[in-house]
């Protein structure tokens, strides 16, 4: 009888707590729309996950280290000459003087550049930096 007497209580209480949260809904129907545009608001970002999840692959990424290589020019020569080089020889390269230099990325090219100083060290100025789906297709 108790146990009878306790399930009872208990559906009473859960009526007017259903009942107390329809009245709130009903008293502040500007609240029940900013609940609404909040949950939109999160299945928005939930649509926007896909990008963010690339932005993560990303991120990944950002900690692998590359070999970043400055190419000055490059000439083709017979074994026979290369075996005559030494000191003081000048082999003529490909490229002019002044014109650009490549910039590589574990050997590929991804912009043009110039030589400057940073303090007793020399450095890379980026010039023209190449269209990543141009990159992509050169891998």
């Known amino acids: 009888m108790n146990a009878e007497m ?9 009526q007017k707590t259903e009942t107390k949260t329809d009245e709130t809904k009903a008293e502040n129907p500007a609240e029940e729309k900013t609940q609404d545009s909040s949950e939109n608001k999160v299945d928005d970002k939930k649509k926007v996950e896909p990008s963010s999840a690339a932005v993560n692959n990303l991120r990944v990424l950002e900690n ?3 070999r970043l290589t400055v190419e000055v020019g490059n000439t083709e020569i017979k074994i026979k000459d290369l075996l005559r080089l030494n000191e003081g020889s ?13 910039i590589l990325a ?8 110039e030589v400057v100083m940073v303090g007793e060290r020399f450095g890379i100025r ?5 269209d ?8």
């Open 6 to 14: 306790a399930e009872t209580e208990g559906k009473k209480e859960e």
């Open 64 to 66: 692998i280290e590359v």
């Open 90 to 102: 000048v082999v003529e390269l490909d490229r002019l003087a002044g014109e650009p230099l490549d």
């Open 106 to 113: 574990n050997g590929t090219k991804i912009a043009k550049g």
């Open 126 to 130: 980026f010039t023209e930096v190449a």
């Open 132 to 139: 990543p789906e141009e990159m992509v297709q050169n891998l």
